[in-house]
């Protein structure tokens, strides 16, 4: 088993910056593609970023693009999600999520371990 927990969030203004950290413990070895999800009240957990194994390729949405930047040290085993220029539509518990095999999916359901999350809250 995997276990990941999320660090990094909190109350921010409009136009702040915030480092998100995804630390994972147990068999990392079998760890392959990262990435962070967000759900907002009332709303379905939606795709942010992923990575690769080695961390070489990446993929945000549209909403994140050049803003939020994905990076993992897997000397570490942890993920990052650097956020920038953060506006209040990104209010949202960001989860870190982790697949045993290099699926590539923006959609939630192929991923196998995920943190248990951490509030992110923009003030307008």
């Known amino acids: 088993q995997v276990q990941l927990v999320e660090s990094g969030g909190g109350l921010v203004q409009t136009g702040g910056s915030l480092r998100l950290s995804c630390a994972a413990s147990?068999?990392?070895?079998?760890?392959?593609?990262m990435g962070w999800f967000r759900q907002a009240p009332g709303k379905e957990r939606e795709f942010v970023a992923v990575?690769?194994?080695?961390?070489?390729?990446?993929e945000y949405a549209d909403s994140v693009k050049g803003r939020f930047t994905i990076s993992r040290n897997n000397a570490r085993n942890t993920v990052y999600l650097q956020m920038n220029i953060l506006k209040p539509e990104d209010t949202a518990v960001y989860y870190c999520?982790?697949?045993?095999?290099?699926?590539?999916?923006?959609?939630?359901?192929?991923?196998?371990?995920w943190g248990q999350g951490t509030q992110v809250t923009v003030s307008s």
């Open positions: 999520a982790a697949a045993r095999t290099p699926t590539w999916s923006t959609d939630p359901t192929p991923y196998d371990y």
């Open positions: 147990g068999r990392t070895f079998t760890i392959s593609t």
């Open positions: 990575i690769n194994m080695v961390g070489q390729t990446t």
